[in-house]
DNA sequence: AGTTAACATAGTAATTCACTTAGGTATTAG
DNA sequence: CTAATACCTAAGTGAATTACTATGTTAACT
């Protein structure tokens, strides 16, 4: 089956958290968790993934928390999505029996990774969209 | 890991090779195995889902093997890869915190299959044109 | 000093993947 | 008729992945 995985969602909807942050203040993984529904632990490792991509930014002692390491508008959720769960969509080695079936995969790879190139900030936008053509 | 299992690529081959057949003659599962380097076992379930998705047809016996079902201009790789991995990319129902976000996730589930709405006896273009940009 | 929250690593039950194994059934050559 | 061939089907299997939990460590604030 092909899907994101919860830890890509997760890690989407953590994002998304911090940046409607108002005044882009400090959140705790306490926080978060409330909000999302994500199990306070399993958080834990996506922020600290998402850290290391230097995503996010944290700070610790007790009052400590996330937020954004950059600007939303410098954000995309295929970043997001790839510091959790590794590239999108890789092209089987082993399967590649024909030149032309190789090409058509990757063309496929670098199209559905287009698709997830999406701002941070524009994350709205499908909702709104929805809401404005009712 | 967002990525097609071999399952669908394996079934995006077998089609293919069914396509490129001469005259749409029928072929074994013997040959497409030897083709597509797919395990014979294997590209039997891989077949019998197709064909119960009427992709292909097949006829039993000592000279036996598969054809399309129709046209190559009538199908797509979409059908092809959620007919053995079922729909592409489902918006995980529990994940939901809130409406903004399955919004977005349904949007990207349909541009995702869009992608892969192409005909299979388009494959090859990927090739050509990374051929004839040389 | 003690509380609190971020950080780190290991473990685990359940599921999925990519097959293999073992047979059954339809068709036809001889 | 029967043996061979090829499609058809179900069940099993080892390895990997998923979505966590558990346990403990380190840093910062009061």
Not at 53 to 59: D, P
Not at 92 to 105: K, M, P, Q, R, T
Request: proline content about 1%; glycine content about 6%.
């Amino acid at each position: 089956m092909v899907s994101i995985s919860t830890k890509g969602i997760y890690g989407v909807a953590a994002m998304h958290a911090l940046y409607k942050s108002p005044n882009a203040k400090l959140m705790q993984i306490k926080e978060i968790a409330a909000m999302t529904h994500i199990s306070h632990g399993y958080l834990e490792q996506i922020l600290s993934s998402l850290k290391k991509s230097s995503l996010v930014v944290s700070i610790r002692g007790i009052h400590g928390g996330y937020k954004l390491a950059h600007d939303a508008e410098k954000i995309i959720v295929l970043d997001i999505v790839e510091s959790l769960e590794g590239k999108l969509f890789v092209p089987n080695e082993n399967v590649g029996a024909s030149i032309v079936l190789d090409s058509f995969w990757a063309d496929m790879q670098e199209q559905t990774r287009k698709v997830f190139d999406i701002k941070l900030c524009d994350l709205d936008k499908s909702y709104q969209t929805f809401f404005y053509e009712i």
